[in-house]
């Protein structure tokens, strides 16, 4: 994917599953969460473009997924839930 993102790098799509494979590919050991981190900021240039792209909403509030949530992600998980993710979600629930 790293690759992908390389040759088309202003295909957002490719640059979402990218980071979203950085999260897959984390090593549960890893407590620097280095993938995670990566993938955030990715998603975060992403959603800045785009906030209601679904997927870089979705996806950004997944790299925060991890214990240790520095303020910039607190942040940036609940301008994402306020925009592209809170309408997909409450729709399943109707």
Do not use: W
């Not at 785009?50 to 942040?75: E, K, S, T, V, W």
């Amino acid at each position: 994917m790293q690759r992908m993102t390389q040759r088309y790098p202003e295909d957002d799509e490719v640059c979402i599953y990218y980071a979203l494979s950085l999260q897959a590919a984390a090593p549960p050991t890893d407590r620097t969460y280095a993938n995670q981190r990566k993938s955030a900021e990715i998603l975060g240039r992403l959603f800045a473009k785009n906030p209601q792209h679904p997927g870089a909403a979705h996806y950004l509030i997944h790299a925060y997924d991890y214990p240790i949530r520095d303020a910039r992600g607190r942040r940036n998980v609940s301008i994402a839930a306020q925009s592209a993710v809170v309408p997909v979600v409450t729709s399943r629930l109707d």
